[in-house]
């Protein structure tokens, strides 16, 4: 079974990605990955929100342009769910981003959603090795995808 990935807004008017393009980036990180099944929920939301989760899950009473949310089985399951997690994704950041950093709003909601993807499937940036491997995948994925490299000499000197 492939990815299934459902996309939910809380901002409907705000200018965030269509389903379609959520998807095929959803299915670009799979593919980097190896992972060749899984439910992923991305969902779009207001700073108000993203404030609110990142306060009660990371103890930092800000937004922020993405969180992850890795599935666990609750008791009494068997760990047998198909489903990753959710990726959760603040439109205001992300399009104050792109304009920062002089890119494309889509490439910067691209790298936001395959940034998530890799948390939910166990990459993360605590050390520096760590890091570098999970920059690597996403710098793949995206010029695969025919975006800019986030992590090209001018994504450097702009994060």
Do not use: Y
């Amino acid at each position: 079974m492939p990815i299934q990935t459902t996309v939910q807004t809380d901002e409907p008017a705000a200018d965030v990605p269509e389903t379609g393009s959520v998807s095929a980036w959803v299915d670009a990180a799979a593919a980097a990955t190896s992972t060749e099944s899984g439910e992923v929920t991305v969902r779009f939301v207001g700073a108000p929100e993203m404030i609110d989760l990142n306060s009660r899950f990371r103890g930092r009473d800000v937004t922020t342009n993405v969180l992850s949310f890795e599935f666990e089985d609750p008791p009494g399951m068997d760990g047998s769910s198909d489903i990753l997690g959710d990726i959760v994704i603040c439109a205001e950041v992300v399009h104050a981003e792109a304009r920062e950093f002089g890119i494309e709003v889509s490439d910067r909601f691209a790298h936001m959603i395959v940034h998530g993807f890799l948390h939910l499937v166990g990459f993360d940036h605590v050390d520096e090795a760590d890091a570098e491997k999970m920059e690597r995948v996403e710098s793949q994925t995206l010029l695969g995808l025919g975006l800019s490299d986030p992590w090209g000499e001018a994504a450097r000197v702009s994060a």
